[in-house]
């Protein structure tokens, strides 16, 4: 029904912003816009967070791989982004510890990388606990399953990460927006804009049902992640800028030890090489490899890569197979770059983003870009804007951060008279008034009602994971799920969790979809497990061959 709403509204009147692409950097562009109060449309051809954004590591890091090509004013930006979101965020972001082994023979020594720590710490404002050199007898103490074989010792420092994930922590901005009175579809693509007097008039269509739309806007901002030089194509638009991709991808299989910290190695190719925590599971990655296109998928050979690194440098009962891989993460970097850019030296590029403003045409395109600088991204595009002419009648408005200290207190007054927590289900990683606060904030408290009226609405109905269900009847009424798949790998984490044999067997799925999609759950059921089956053989046949191989 709000989805429905929200694009029978896109055709009305002129729009001062329409914004296209609603992954991180769209995202955070609508949020900003409308809380200053301008009146803003967001749409996205496919789900929001669906491609790029959906893929990362959840790391938000201050980027301490770039102290290595001396990128320090970079550094320094990423590092004060990274605060911001620890401050604003304390519920979703939160710091981790990376606890690096070093191998004898790296291309820099030990204590070298351990002053290089203490460089990034004093470079992040002394923000996060202070780093640690760690002898062999420590490291073997505190992570046994570290293979230390050929290691000289290692070290420790701070970062964040996303404790969710990274599509639901875009649709928290998505949300954002929409609270503050913006339009946001899924699943409209645009088909095409030109300007038309003094506005711009862009064709867009519903995916799903086929309609077409005409949306006007008097600025256009093309936040189309790693399609934004394609659909300046469609615009004419000339830019000083261009993406070249590197494709990344993870691997999940079961939690590999118990810890809380982020185990980090130089992997075969001398890049950084994660163990993730990601609750009852691991997440292990990243790979680096050149792309043409955006389109990528998980290749044999990256598959192994991964695996022959992780079973190299853990002491594990025995190696890991493909057989114990639950499900993969892939996604294309886009890498912004100057005409002319992208040579031989392109695993030196670094993610910083680049806003290029066409005055003459009012259109705003976004190059590059991470999660860690996402509130610099909607600063800035706040900024291009009002210098188009779009006056924001509320330009110190907070558009980001968690509730108010007041609201938070209150929500878990209440939560602890319907002693909320004895309802958490069982063999879940936290507290369920802590999950509730951290995935809704000031929306938990309507959860909170539903289950007061109802305790069965505290439970979890698909076993394995954690969400209970009034989170799902949440989703279904607040939270635009098109597809199944919206709901098991965007709006939450399921379908990286379990694996696709015991969600195909679940009858807490059957009972999730009726939820969502109320007469309409079985055909969603069989096309969800339809469009899974198969999907990585057309996803490698489609992909283009690697334009560089890692390692």
Partial sequence: MLRATNIDSLSRGTFDVLVLGAGINGAVAAAALAAKGAKVALIDRGDFAGFTSQESSNLAWGGIKYMESFEFPLVRKLCKSRNLLLRSYPSSVQEIRFYTAHERGFRHGL????????LYWIIGSFFTKIPRLLSRRVMAREEPIINLDGCDGGFEYSD???VDNDARFVWGFVRAALDHGARAANYVESLGARREGDAWLTRARDVVTG??????????????????????????????????????????????????RVLTFFADDGRLFFVIPMGSRTCIGTTDTRVESPHAAVTPEDRRFVLSNINKRLNLPRPLTEADVIAERCGVRPL?????????????????HAIEVDRAEAHVSIFGGKLTDCINVGEEICAAVEELGVALPRPAQRWYGEPAEEVR???FQTARRLD????????AAEKLSARLWRR???EARELLEEIRRDPRMAEAPIEGAEDVRCEIAHAARREMVVKLEDFLRRRTKISLLLRAGELASSPGLREACRILFGDDADRRLS???????GARERAEAEAPPAAQPVG
Avoid: M
């Fill in 440 to 442: 809704y904030g000031a």
């Fill in 211 to 260: 309609r077409e739309l005409a949306i006007r806007s008097r600025v256009l901002v093309n936040a189309c992640g790693p399609f934004v030089d394609a659909h300046n194509a469609l615009t004419g638009q000339r830019t000083s800028h261009r993406h070249i991709f590197s494709k990344g991808i993870h691997l999940i299989v079961e939690r590999l030890t118990p810890s809380r």
């Fill in 527 to 533: 096309e969800y497990f339809q469009e899974q089956h």
């Fill in 160 to 162: 964040a990460y996303l």
């Fill in 111 to 118: 204590f070298k990388l351990f002053l290089g720590t203490w």
């Fill in 409 to 411: 207190h209150e929500f």
């Fill in 420 to 427: 909320l927590d004895a309802l958490t289900p069982p063999r």
């Fill in 336 to 352: 912004a770059v100057a005409d002319g850019g992208g040579g031989e030296d392109w695993l030196q590029l670094s993610r910083k």
